[in-house]
């Protein structure tokens, strides 16, 4: 449901190898066909890394790892709705299976990719770390309203509240789409959380769109390492206001609205007078004591604090080439200038981030080199993205 039918872990391999990702998430595991395929496709190196069989020296490894949705009332049957989305990760196919025994009376693990548990985000933490202790969950794009731990629709004020006595073993969030770290520096609790980044692809073509360069050994437990210490190298980010969720404000009105200005409304929509759907930067406020984000630096990073990595925001090379050209992001035009780019620079991230900008011309044009250029200075225009609609992020013209 709501993923392409094309893709598979072939699939996943191939655009990781055009995008330039080393490691990826063999998700879904929980559904009955994904763990067939996951047994038959990929083959263990021992350390919890696993291969692609028959692939190539560049195809990526992948980890286990998948999405649930936990739906339920807090307090049970009376109390207020919640429904939050967890990544789970695993160290092998036998943690695996002991998750699916677990949850199957939870949830029709075959109905979809990222089953709904009828389970709070304690209990699946009961039911995960009894599976395994090597078992890892982070939260889901934790600030979206409507399936986010913090979101403003169904979620909680803090770890603690959602977790209770395993908020100690949450060691990293993933800020989503609509956030990047520097809007998360200034929220006590994450103080001492990595704070990554993940593409959430439901199709092969956003695989990378967000990513977390780990200084890791190429192990399971050396990611897991990675993630508790916050080994982390730098994050590669969405603008945030290119995601759903980064204002507030009514779809059907066509109202967006920032933070103060949904303050001053009341949290209603000035149009029809309904509740607004508060957004991923209102909620973040709401719980920041402070504001902690550097400039942008030469090299297109962001420093943070001393105890934070570094994040740089880009814009998908598919969607920046489409609109510098004025063509659809599926048509040919678009498709060769991407497939040159490849070519000329190795992969999608090194053309977005490393290659010089006379390589970039020769490759794709002057245009398509002039765009690239300008989003890793920050000339931009935004529009940003509310209520479930993305926004806007392209070069400045002229």
Wanted: hydrophobic share 40%.
């Amino acid at each position: 449901m709501a993923t392409s039918r094309a893709l598979d872990l072939s699939s996943l391999a191939e655009a990781a190898e055009r995008k330039g990702v080393q490691l990826l998430s063999a998700a879904d595991f929980t559904h009955p066909e994904w763990r067939r395929e996951l047994g038959e496709k990929l083959i263990g190196d021992g350390s919890g890394m696993f291969r692609l069989k028959g692939a190539s020296r560049r195809s990526p490894s992948f980890i286990l790892g998948t999405e649930i949705s936990c739906v339920w009332r807090d307090p049970p049957v009376s109390g207020r709705g919640r429904r939050v989305h967890l990544l789970l990760i695993a160290p092998d196919l036998v943690a695996v299976d002991a998750l699916i025994a677990r949850f199957g009376p939870h949830g029709a693990l075959g109905s979809d990719g990222r089953p709904l548990l009828k389970l709070s985000a304690h209990d699946v933490a009961d039911l995960v770390f009894d599976a395994d202790e090597h078992c890892e969950i982070i939260p889901a794009h934790v600030w979206t309203p409507w399936y986010g731990v913090y979101g403003s629709k169904s979620g909680f004020d803090s770890l603690e509240e959602a977790f209770g006595e395993h908020a100690g073993r949450i060691h990293a969030i993933e800020t989503g789409l609509s956030s990047d770290p520097g809007m998360n520096w200034g929220v006590p609790e994450l103080e001492e959380r990595a704070l990554v980044s993940f593409s959430d692809a439901h199709s092969a073509a956003n695989v990378g769109r967000e990513v977390t360069v780990f200084e890791m050994e190429p192990t399971y437990d050396g990611l897991i390492h990675a993630i508790a210490s916050q080994s982390i190298a730098e994050t590669i980010e969405f603008f945030p206001e290119n995601g759903k969720y980064h204002l507030d404000g009514h779809r059907a009105c066509g109202v967006r609205l920032t933070p103060a200005e949904s303050a001053a409304a009341d949290g209603i929509c000035p149009v029809c007078g309904k509740k607004l759907t508060l957004g991923v930067l209102n909620r973040i406020e709401s719980l920041s004591d402070s504001e902690s984000e550097s400039p942008i630096a030469n090299n297109g990073l962001v420093a943070g604090p001393a105890s934070r990595p570094p994040f740089r925001r880009l814009v998908p090379l598919r969607d920046l080439v489409a609109a510098t050209l004025g063509f659809g992001t599926n048509s040919k035009t678009v498709g060769r200038a991407i497939d040159s780019l490849i070519e000329h620079c190795g992969s999608e991230l090194v053309a977005l981030i490393e290659a010089d900008p006379t390589e970039l011309q020769g490759a794709a044009g002057d245009e398509v080199a002039a765009a690239i250029v300008a989003v890793r200075r920050g000339d931009l225009e935004i529009e940003p993205g509310y209520d479930g609609l993305y926004g806007m992020v392209a070069p400045k013209t002229g």
